[in-house]
Structures are given as C-alpha cells and as structure tokens.
C-alpha cells in the first residue's frame, strides 16, 4: 500500500472517530452552528481526498452526506434524529468501504445508489414536506408533530428501501469498530505543536550539554567525563530521533503538482511533461511547509514563461512536448532542488531592458555584468518579463517572493539559463531550521555565528603569508586562485569599529562566503570553532536589521548574532560592484578589450555618475553668463564667435542653468559648432580605460572605472548628430555635393561614435569621404571598381579584420598603391614592433596625428605617381 | 469583571529610571535581575541595549534611558533590568533601581499631561498621583511595539 493511501486511510479513520462523536453531540444539540460547521468540514475534506485519489464510490457517498449536512448548516433542513442516523448510516458506509480498500488495496464493489438516492432525497426535502427521511427511525424517538409525516415517508418509502439497508446491517455490524484497526494504529497522529515542543525541549538539552562539556573540557581527570560522554550521545540520538519525527518526503509537497501541470497545459495549449526524481527524499516538515508555495510557484513559471508553445518548439526542432524536470536530493547537511525546463531560456535582453526600465540598475552596472547576473534580475522586485499578463503568471510578484520566502529559510536560489535551451533553478536550503552547524568568529572582540552552508574556506592573513589583503582605491580584494575576491571588513558593515587608533592586528581571517549567487570574503579577526547552534529568532525589534538571520545561545551560555549571509553580501555589492564587480563578471571578461590611455575630461551633467569624453574629441571648454543663452524655436542656442552656438543637454535629466555660469562643452564638425551644456566640469584625466561598450542607450557609449568611479563614457555623436539632424541637414549634403576633384577616402569602420566625429574632421580637411562598415564593404567597393586615394582602417573590428583586409588590397593591382592607415586604440611597444601590412599606424583618437598622416601618405602617394 | 482581576491589574512594580518614578504593571514583569553578561546588536536601533540569556531563553534588552531621551547612567555597578514577557517573547528592562510592589487605587490615576515630552506620552499610560511624588506608568504595547509604533 502506497503511502499516500496510508495516510488517506489513517486520517479518514480519525476523521470519522471525530464525526461520530461530533454527530452524537449534535444530535443533543442541534442548534450547535460549532458542532454543525466542523462536521461539515470533516466529510468535505473525506470527500475531496476521495475524489483526489480516486476512489468515486466513497467519494459520491461522502458527497451525498456532505449535500444534507449542507442543508443542516443553512438552515434549510432541520436536525432531527432521524436525519442524524442516517448520517451515521452513511458513515458506517465509508467505514465499511475503507475496510475493503485496507484489505483489497481497492474499492471494494457495491451500489450505494440506495443509500445515496435517501439521502438525496432527504437533502431536498423541505422542512414542511421531509425534515427526516429515515425509514427505520424508531416511532418512540420522534416528536409528536413530526410523527404524521415519517409515517407517511415510511409508507412510501420503506419498501424499496428496506432490504438494501438490512443487507448490509452484517459488516457494519463487525466492520466499522474493527477496521480502523491494522493500518490507522501503526502510525499515530501527534499535534505538530507536540512534535515543535520536543524540538525546542531538545535544543536546550542540547545546549545544556554543550555547556556541560565546555566546563568538562578545561579538567582533565573529571569524574564526570564518562557519564557526561554517555549523556551527550544519548543527547545527539535524541536530537536525530526528534528530528526525524519532523522529517517527511518532499514528495508531499509535490503531490499537486501533476495536476498543477496538467490544468496548465490544458489553459497554455502546451504539451507539458513533468518529471520528477527524489520525492522520497526527506526535510524538516516545517521547511517542507515553507518550500511549498515558492515550488509551486516556480513550477508554473516554467510552464508558463519557460516552455514555448508547441508551436513554437516545432519550429525551433524541439520535441513537441517540453519536459519540466523537479529533482531533489541531499548534498552536504542540505536539500537541494532543481527546477529544470527544456524551454526557451531567459529573454537576456528583455530583463536587461526591464531592469533598465525600471531602474534597478544602471546602463554603466549593466554593461559590467555578466549574462549570469543579469539573469539573476529576475529574482528582483518588480521585475516580471512577461509582456503580458496571462492568468497563470507575469503579474509582477513572483520570482522575487520566491527568493525572499526561501531565503527566509536560509535557503538560496540561483538560476542557470541558456538561451533556447532552457532554465534551471536551483534551490538549496537546510534539512531543518532549528539547529545548524555554524562558524564562529570574532570582530572587535564580538562574536558572531556564520551558518556553515555558505561558507565556502577560510584564508588566514597575516605578515608572510601568501594571502594578502590588497586594495584598490581603498577596496579590499583578494588574490584567490588567479581570481580576485571582493572583500568587506565585517567589522566595516556592522559598524562596530574600535577605537581609530587602535593597531592593526597582525593577522587576520577571510571567511569565502557565497550567498545570494555571489562570492565574497569577509575580514574578521579570529576563528573560534564550528558547532552545532540552535537558530533562534531574533524579536521583532531586531528583526529589520539586515544582518542578523537570528541568534543563538553558544555553549558558554552567552547570546551572538547569527550572520545573515545574505544580508552581508548584499552590502558586499553595494559598497564593491560599482568599483571590482562580482567574479563571474571578471571570469567572463578575460577577452575584452585591452587597456588604452587616453586622456579624457570628467564631467557631471544630468545624472549624479560622471561622465567622460576623450578631450581629443573637444574642440574647447567655455563658461558662458548663463544669462547669454538664449532660446530659438525651442531649442537652446548661443551666440559665439560670431554665429549660433547650438546647445545640446544630456538626455538623462540634464538642464540649462538660468543663472551663473554654465559650462558648455564645444565640439567642432566641419565648418559648425556645437555646444553641450554640462554642469560641472570635473577633471581631466589620462588613465586606462576599460571600456565596457553597450548600445542599449542611446548616448552612452559604455562605461568604465576612472579614478575608481563608474563613468559613463558619453556618445558625443549621438548629441552632435542629433543636432545636425534637426539643424544642418539640408546644409551638410549641399556641402558635400558641389566640390569637385576633391581626394577620396575610405574609412572603414563600424562605431557611429566614430565615424560621426572622425569623419567630419577628415571631409573638413577637404577631403571627400566614403565610409564602409567592415572590410566586406570594402572589399566590395573595390570590386565594383571605386577607388580612393587613401584607406583608413580600423584594425581590431570590422569583418575580416583589419589586417587581413589591407593584405587584400596590397595584393590587388587596382588598389595596390593606395595607402592604408590603420587605426589602432593604442601605439604600444607591441603594436610597433609588430609585423603589419599597413602603411602606418594612427591612434584613433589623436585627430592631429591622423590628420597629419592622411595628408602626408596622400602627398606621398601623388608624388610617387 | 471580577474585583480581584482589578486589584491586580492595578499592582504596579515601581522602578527609578533617571530619576523618575514609573510603575510596570506586575502582571507583566517575569523577573528583576542584574545584567552580567550581554551582547550588543551591531545596527539596531540605539534603544536597544542588547540580548542576553535569561535562564535559556534570549530576552532582547531596551535602554529605557535612551527609549526616554535620559542621558547614559555612569559607568560603574551592573544594571538591573525587569524582564518581561510581551507577545511570547522576553524582554528586559534597564533601569537603574526597583522598588517596591504598589496597589494603586484609580482615584489617583489621570492621563498624561498635555506638555509632556513626545517620547514620554507614548510610552505613559498615565500618571498616579502618589505622596510626595509621581508614578508614570510604563505602556508595555508601546514600550516593545517599535515597529507597529513607528508605522503608525
């Protein structure tokens, strides 16, 4: 027998004991709306676990008992004795019915249409016609004005009805008292605040054990030694035997989770397949309680969000139906689940757009994260990416509850999402709440408890070890298996400093900790030991410091915090993401770009993040009366140098002062100026920049750490061109057109940024200029037969790059003498020394250099020719 | 309700905090016991003094000082503390001395005075007017709500 029918059998067993006796109570008392409403809800949930588990002749008896109980509890039929036993009747029915299942394993066959046809019949009676129905109600029992009409109901009825109830007086007779026997007193039901108080007595014990053998410890000789080793062993068995008693399989939280899926597919028109592995293993019932509604939740995101129609999939090749897989096991001290599904993965950009949108995050964060934490977006608040909001998910709460109520556990959450190949969520927490195994360690001379499951290994440091402490811009990190580590000093994030002068010790710990799908160390200054500790809650007056996940008495009887990981880590990355980022950000970034100096000016405009622009872009820096700027058709202008200076202002909340000075920023293209209004001009700096590039906005051109600031790096071309839409285009192309034996130049290049600033220095130099997007381009102007008279390149991007495209012109007669410029971000010693096909080499943003070498390799090339 | 019910609820503990007389209504009060060892809660709020373990449980302990804008007792002697019990939880009380146990009659209870400090009158019930001096009664919903308190 299945434990499912097990337990169905044991509970419906008491249920029935408790209807029994409920009935006879109300039967005294008939007016008892207490007595009546918790009968009621005894046979509905027999009836609903009948229906769940199939079992269609009890549940239509039971359903049959329900409907007249129904009638008792509006008021539409009264409680009279009559009608009472024929409950009873029907109860013995089921008592009889689970006495063959306990049997058989199954229904055992009968026709309860009698039983049921009577109490139907009582259930729609009315009161003036059939308050009871019971044909074998004994006379003597009625009162006196009810009497006429059971005679008359006995009259009508007692013919048919009779036999069935006569044949089936003999197993009731011997079935109902002697069933509940075998399967229900094997196991026995027990008040789950017993079991709690169990817990709690034997997390003292444990405690006053741990006390015990703290003072034992310290005397070698003790008397007590043994009898004390005796008593802890019998106190660990206990605290396993106590534990045990709450532990039950996660295949109860998953019972309804087939026909969560199977309702689902039907709504969604999917083929949904759900698999699941492990429902025997076991967890603490408390946290089996916690785990239920995040499962279930996460299960029909999968198959909403996560699995494409079937449409869908067919066209992508998939198999018709997607597979949902739900796995448990244990690792380590904890449950882990995993919630797999072969569907389209995560919408990257769209939670990145969502993220944006919502401004959870920054353009200059985004573009230093990793594909993995940008997924992880869809653990925050507020983010649902479904764009619209179907019945089963997508109305914006969701995955971020599902976090925080696993976390509250002391579980985490993380995701691995491929795009088109699905998702999975991973979800690990504690096999159970009360006692958890933790690290002990101090800061500033107060010790905490940091729960073992998220630490990962201890570093010590200290003078002559090969760990060090290093910074950047005052941010701890640490040199871990060629990775760096961002660090906290814990002493830092719970603000318990000593006193300013106090000398740095010596050495130091760093505990590697991961939490919420994030490495970290923390700096703290000693490492007591692990242990076992009972969690105890912290009061609700200390509940809303982040922290503190809960407290604990240690074994010499003083209260700690216990550390909340999570909480920690959370101010690890608001205090270090901005300047080192997360690991897996570095890990994936080994191929970006290579360092460049350039010099740059920081400025502030808008937004309170600085900003940048290579100075070489920047014709001048002007303060102008603010006063002076004036307003033409809406747009902000300034009169300079004899002409109209266009201002632009940054998209991103950037404003014209009306009083003061205001800086504005003059960038020259062609013949024309323009100004950009910025508020504060900050710095200029020569540094090596990181660029991360990101086209999700417009205007920024990406971001990077200068002087240990996120800056965003500004795309001048995205506000030049903006103002030369609106302002110069019928002039640009009426330049452009009437010159004529002007000398033609290729520039082959795919960043607007720079073509919009490059390419206008170059045609106002007077020269006319083509632009390809990559070598491909190029190679096809070529062949169409155009020809320059000298080719800018940039080396590291387009098409077939850079290199392999100058070999190509070298080799072809037809462009064998144009000179090729390539551009390069930075002149090093490598470059140079390399061996390249290229005429020369530039860097990309020293205009005047690149001005004067397409001038020269021009002359040059009309010389020789 | 009954008499007896009544007089209880008007037995108060009588504590010195800074000075002033406040009564604790006995019903509530578990215990008086001198602080020895306690931990302090990094980032909480400055009321809250710490948690300590009082006979195997945690009793989280609130500076009645600072609860009332009193400055900081010297250093010197262990505190008292009351503990007590407030919604299945256990707190303890820092204040500077105990007194003894008053059965007050209602004739010389009256509400907080107009003018009393803010931080005052949320925490008083109200004011006996005993011999020579004033009793406030600590409010313990008040006093150990903070969070519902600074919501409202």
Known sequence: ?865 | MSKSVDANADDFITVQIGGQLFGIPILEVHDVFRLERMTRVPLSRPDIAGVLNLRGRIATTIDCRARLGIPPRAEGAAPLAVGVEHGNELYGLLIDSVGEVLSLSADSFEPNPVNLDPRWQKISKGIYRLEGKLLVVLDMTALLDIAKRDAA
């Not at chain 1, 729609?124 to 006196?144: I, K, R």
């Not at chain 1, 710095?683 to 200068?706: F, H, T």
């Open chain 1, 1 to 865: 027998m299945d434990d499912l029918m097990t337990e169905f059998l044991t509970e419906t067993a008491e249920s029935l004991t408790v209807v029994d006796a409920e009935l006879v109570k109300l039967e005294r008392d008939p007016n008892n709306a207490d007595v009546l409403s918790k009968i009621f809800r005894l046979v509905h949930t027999i009836k609903g676990t009948c229906g769940f588990i199939g079992l269609p002749r009890l549940e239509s008896v039971a359903h049959a008992s329900e409907n007249m109980l129904g009638k008792f509890r509006d008021g539409v039929l009264q409680v009279t004795p009559e009608a009472v036993t024929l409950i009873f009747q029907s109860l013995d029915r089921i008592k009889e019915i689970l006495g063959g299942i306990e049997r058989t394993e199954a229904e055992p066959q009968g026709d309860d249409s009698d039983l049921i046809a009577r109490l139907t019949k009582a259930a729609a009676g009315n009161l003036s016609e059939e308050p009871a129905s019971e044909p074998h109600a004994s006379a003597d029992e009625e009162t006196p004005q009810d009497l006429p009409l059971v005679e008359h109901l006995a009259a009508q009825e007692a013919s048919p009805l009779a036999p069935p109830v006569q044949a089936n007086a003999q197993p009731r007779a011997n079935d109902p008292q002697g069933v509940e026997s075998s399967v229900a007193s094997q196991s026995i039901r027990v008040n789950v605040d017993v079991i709690e108080n169990l817990m709690v007595m034997v997390s003292e014990l444990v405690l006053t054990r741990n006390q015990l053998l703290e003072m034992v410890r310290h005397k070698d000789d003790s008397e007590f030694k043994v009898p004390l080793q005796r008593l802890s062993n019998v106190t660990g068995e206990l605290q396993e035997g106590v534990v045990k008693t709450r532990m039950q399989p996660i295949g109860n939280a998953w019972a309804k989770l087939p026909r969560i899926v199977r309702d689902l597919a039907n709504e969604l028109g999917k083929k949904i397949d759900l698999q699941m592995h492990g429902a025997e293993t076991e967890l603490d019932r408390q946290v089996l309680e916690l785990i239920k509604d995040p499962l279930t939740h996460m299960i029909r995101n999968s198959a909403d969000h996560g699995l494409e129609t079937t449409a869908e999939r067919k066209a992508v090749g998939k198999p018709e139906t997607g597979i949902i897989s739900l796995r448990a096991f244990h690792e380590g001290g904890h449950i882990i689940i995993e919630i797999a599904d072969d569907g389209r993965g995560l919408p990257t950009d769209k939670i990145k757009a969502k993220a944006l949108a919502n401004g959870i995050v920054t353009q200059a964060d985004l573009a230093l994260m990793s594909e993995a934490q940008i997924h992880r977006f869809v653990f925050h608040a507020g983010l649902s990416t479904a764009t619209k909001v179907t019945n089963v998910s997508g109305r914006g709460v969701g995955m971020d509850v599902v976090r925080s109520n696993i976390e509250l556990i002391g579980g985490s959450v993380d995701l691995k999402s491929k795009q088109g190949a699905g998702s999975t969520f991973t979800i690990k927490i504690p096999l159970t709440l009360a006692i958890v195994s933790a690290l002990i360690v101090g800061v500033q001379g107060m010790r905490f408890a940091i729960p073992q499951i998220c630490v990962v290994e201890l570093v010590r440091v200290a003078a002559g070890t090969e760990a060090q402490i290093e910074r950047i811009n005052q941010t701890p990190v640490l040199r871990l298996r060629n990775r760096l580590l961002p660090l906290v000093h814990l002493s830092e994030v719970l603000k318990v400093q000593g006193p300013p002068d106090a000398a740095v010790p010596s050495e130091a710990f760093i505990v590697v900790a991961q939490a919420a799908g994030r490495s970290f160390g923390m700096i703290v200054d000693s490492v007591f030991d692990t242990g076992e500790i009972v969690v105890k809650p912290v009061s609700p007056l200390i509940k809303d410091v982040a922290m503190f996940s809960g407290n604990t008495i240690l074994g010499d009887g003083s209260v700690i915090m216990i550390l909340d990981p999570i909480g920690v880590s959370s101010a690890v990355s608001s205090e270090t993401t901005a300047r080192s980022g997360s690991e897996d950000w570095r890990a994936g970034r080994v191929t970006a770009e290579k360092p460049r100096a350039q010099a740059q000016l920081i400025f502030r405009a808008g937004s309170p993040e600085p900003k940048s622009v290579p100075l070489a872009l920047i014709t001048r820096l002007e303060m102008v009366d603010a006063p002076r700027i004036e307003q033409s058709n809406g747009r902000f202008v300034l009169q300079y140098r004899g002409a109209l200076l266009p201002l632009v202002v940054f998209d991103d909340g950037g404003a014209i002062k009306t009083e003061g000075r205001q800086a504005v920023l003059v960038f020259t293209d062609e013949d024309r100026n323009v100004g950009l209004a910025v508020d504060e001009i900050i710095d200029i700096v020569e540094e090596e920049l990181n660029v991360e590039l990101s086209a999700a906005k417009g205007g920024v051109l990406g971001s990077a750490v200068i002087r240990g600031k996120v800056t965003e790096i500004v795309d001048v071309s995205y506000y030049v061109s903006e103002v030369f839409r609106s302002w110069f285009a019928p002039a640009k192309s009426e330049s452009s057109g009437g010159v004529s034996e002007r000398r033609r130049v290729l520039v082959v290049n795919d960043s607007i940024f720079f073509s919009a600033l490059i390419v206008p220095l170059i045609s106002a130099a007077g020269y006319e200029v083509t632009e390809a997007p990559n070598a491909d381009a190029a190679l096809k102007l070529k062949e169409e037969g155009v020809s320059f008279d000298l080719i800018l390149s940039d080396i590291e991007r387009p098409g077939v790059g850079g290199n392999v495209m100058a070999e190509m012109v070298r080799n072809d007669p037809s462009w064998a003498s144009t000179p090729v410029i390539g551009l390069v971000q930075k002149i090093d010693g490598a470059t140079r020394g390399s061996r390249n096909p290229f005429d020369a080499l530039v860097e990309k943003y020293d205009r005047d250099g690149l001005m004067a070498t397409i001038r020269d390799r021009i002359e040059s090339k009309e010389r020789a020719a």
